[in-house]
């Protein structure tokens, strides 16, 4: 197939070398047509475009761009698409170190059927319910048994087909339902970035509420609190983003594997404040 992507950061640019590596056709772009995006493209066998011209053709456009940046997407670049073609969402919400507050989400609107408003066509929800780390081919060579992950939307034919390609990123696919059932994967869900079995995914998906926590909603009683709020998750991310940095810097291992030893650390337990202290103070994790 020919498949294009929208967004090389961590998760647009592991697909793209999942789905070169695969032999599909890939063409890649981001916001800001960069020299990494050619050198990304040159080294795995992508052809590098514009956005505006990137989706021309296409079986497939996957966009992998933070939620807030869906309303500069071209108004046009989606008309060259290929009869038929499907468009994945791969981008969840974060309201206070990223996207700002979007008042239909916040209100209960699925983030992806928000998505679909802005591009004006239908989408599938996949690859947005695992850390990316796990779609390196590092990370997945070390796990003891293939990670479910949901994808939802409202074709199911498009559900099969997206279904497939989660099968060759070296997932098991689980049916979450229509899009209007994707908050169920959402962040801050029972599914969200959990490496369960398909029968634990299951399990998760029923358990999941339609209801935004805290640290997933923009919206705070004043001003000052969500100031407050923004500000704390800021400087927890930055300083996450250091302490990988400083682990990669170290030779403690890849950003992939460093990135995953940090955030095992955090799932265990122990506080994530003390965690990071330790990496800066002793440039490893224990």
């Known amino acids: ?20 590596r695969k032999g599909h056709t890939v063409t890649i772009a981001n916001s800001s047509n960069s020299p990494a995006l050619h050198e990304l493209a040159k080294e795995i066998g992508a052809t590098p475009a514009t956005v505006q011209d990137v989706a021309q053709g296409a079986d497939i456009v996957i966009l992998s761009i933070p939620t807030k940046r869906m309303v500069d997407l071209p108004k046009e670049f989606l008309q060259t698409i290929a009869p038929g073609a499907i468009v994945i969402d791969t981008s969840n919400y974060y309201p206070l170190h990223r996207d700002g507050a979007i008042e239909p989400i916040e209100k209960g609107m699925p ?24 779609l390196t081919e590092e990370i997945q060579s070390g796990l003891s048994r293939r990670l479910a992950l949901p994808v939802s939307g409202d074709d199911p034919a498009a559900k099969a087909i997206v279904s ?123």
């Open 164 to 286: 497939q390609l989660v099968t060759e990123a070296g997932f098991d696919p689980v049916d979450a339902g229509g899009l209007d059932e994707s908050w169920r994967l959402q962040p801050g869900s029972p599914a969200y970035c959990t490496n369960l079995s398909v029968e634990e995914m299951h399990v998760a998906l029923s358990q999941a509420t339609n209801e935004r926590k805290p640290d997933s909603s923009g919206i705070r009683d004043s001003e000052e609190e969500l100031q407050k709020a923004q500000e704390m998750q800021v400087a927890f991310f930055q300083a996450f983003d250091n302490a990988i940095q400083v682990l990669v810097e170290s030779n403690q291992g890849t950003e992939a594997a460093v990135t995953k030893g940090i955030v095992d650390q955090f799932m265990s337990g122990r506080n994530p404040g003390d965690i990071l202290a330790h990496v800066f103070e002793h440039k490893r994790l224990d």
């Open 1 to 20: 197939m020919k498949i294009a992507i929208i967004g090389t950061g961590n998760v647009g640019g592991s697909l793209a070398r999942i789905f070169t």
């Open 111 to 134: 983030e992806s059927r928000w998505v679909e408003q802005q591009i004006k066509h239908s989408v599938i929800k996949a690859f947005s319910a695992t850390n990316w780390y796990n």
